[in-house]
């Protein structure tokens, strides 16, 4: 159970495009998502909180008219790169808070990001 | 602010030799101590937790002991194998302090293991 799924898993667009991963929990209910950024052979960056009916809490330096997030349903949470560029090329994880109660985080396999 | 700051890698090891991972912490609170795990091509997995001081995690042959005296966290097991070749990240939560649920990762270890 817990399971948090990622779509597309990757994904290559042109420079200027907009690209949106969504990130569903697939057998239990999210009011909190949480996006994070990987970038090569480096650690993982909180970019943003995801709540369900509200803004997202973007973390410093993380531009929110780039990386638009929107968590519309219990279910699922979409990030979108807005106008996107090579920088923007990386490895982008979710997570959800499973709801046991333990704290802890079940995290989607990812979706990989390249911009041409 | 909270940190999480591991050993550099790589770690290469042959087939059932000794692990050790360091990680050490900086945190306000108590928080909640991870070692999640990333497969080739994968997200991460939670391998092991530990909520509280002298709480040992544990899982798949790996132990975390959470020591509050020398702020760490250090992932080990006995005998490794091939399969776990991966990247390895210690992680903290402030769960308790301000229940954002936040997770603060470390930069990650690679471990190669030979056969």
């Known amino acids: 159970g817990a399971v948090v799924s990622q779509h597309p898993s990757r994904v290559i667009c042109k420079s200027g495009t907009s690209v949106k991963i969504e990130c569903r929990s697939l057998?239990?209910?999210?009011?909190?998502m949480f996006w994070y950024r990987q970038f090569p052979k480096q650690s993982l960056m909180l970019m943003a909180t995801?709540?369900?009916?509200?803004?997202?809490?973007?973390e410093q330096g993380v531009e929110k008219d780039k990386f638009l997030i929107n968590h519309a349903s219990l279910t699922l949470s979409t990030l979108t790169v807005t106008s996107a560029h090579p920088e923007d090329s990386s490895f982008y994880i979710c997570?959800?808070?499973?709801?046991?109660?333990?704290?802890?985080?079940?995290f989607g396999a990812g979706s990989r990001l390249t911009v041409l | 602010g909270n940190s999480v700051t591991q050993m550099e890698g790589p770690v290469t090891l042959s087939e059932e030799a000794f692990l050790t991972i360091n990680c050490t912490y900086t945190?306000?609170?108590?928080?909640?101590l991870f070692w999640y795990v990333q497969y080739p091509g994968e997200g991460l997995q939670l391998l092991l937790k530990?909520?509280?001081?002298?709480d040992k995690g544990s899982n798949k042959g790996f132990e975390a002991t959470y020591r509050k005296e020398t702020t760490s966290f250090h992932l080990e097991k006995g005998s490794v194998q091939v399969s776990d070749s991966a990247v390895y990240f210690c992680a903290l939560s402030d769960f308790g302090s301000s229940n954002t649920g936040k997770l603060i990762f470390g930069q990650g270890t690679t471990l190669q293991v030979k056969p």
């Open positions: 057998d239990f209910q999210a009011t909190t």
């Open positions: 995801s709540n369900e009916g509200s803004k997202a809490t973007y």
């Open positions: 997570s959800a808070r499973i709801p046991s109660g333990a704290n802890v985080l079940t």
């Open positions: 530990a909520t509280k001081a002298d």
């Open positions: 945190a306000t609170g108590y928080p909640s």
